[in-house]
Nanobody, 116 residues
Framework: QTQLVESGGGLVQPGGSLRLSCAAS????????ISWLRQAPGKERERVSC????????FYADSVKGRFTISRDNAKKTVYLQMNSLKPEDTAVYYC?????????WGQGTQVTVSS
């Protein structure tokens, strides 16, 4: 079945970096756009970044532009989110998402905590 599994989260100091991975299975990743979203405690889920199926088009929220980079390796069935210059306000659970046949699928999320 369609499945997404995020990994790579953790505790990092302000200014540090993390790379999140989103491993896809059960569908042909190369045909679909993928989004990264995040949800901080007490806040609504926020779209952080998106990448088109070919990787030729990307979107970044203003809050992460210039610090985060989304990429994908369709052969490895994985989408990445490189996060640099992390700030405490980046603390959240990060999810990847795909819409297949009009149905959204989410991973279980990976916690990112930015704190000194």
């Amino acid at each position: 079945q369609t499945q997404l599994v995020e990994s790579g989260g953790g505790l990092v100091q302000p200014g540090g970096s993390l790379r999140l991975s989103c491993a896809a299975s059960g569908f042909s990743l190369g045909y679909y756009d993928i989004s990264w979203l995040r949800q901080a405690p007490g806040k609504e889920r926020e779209r952080v970044s998106c990448i088109s199926s070919s990787g030729g088009s990307t979107f970044y929220a203003d809050s992460v532009k210039g610090r985060f980079t989304i990429s994908r390796d369709n052969a490895k069935k994985t989408v990445y989110l490189q996060m640099n210059s992390l700030k405490p306000e980046d603390t959240a659970v990060y999810y990847c998402k795909v819409v297949v046949d009009s149905r959204p699928y989410w991973g279980q999320g990976t916690q990112v905590t930015v704190s000194s």
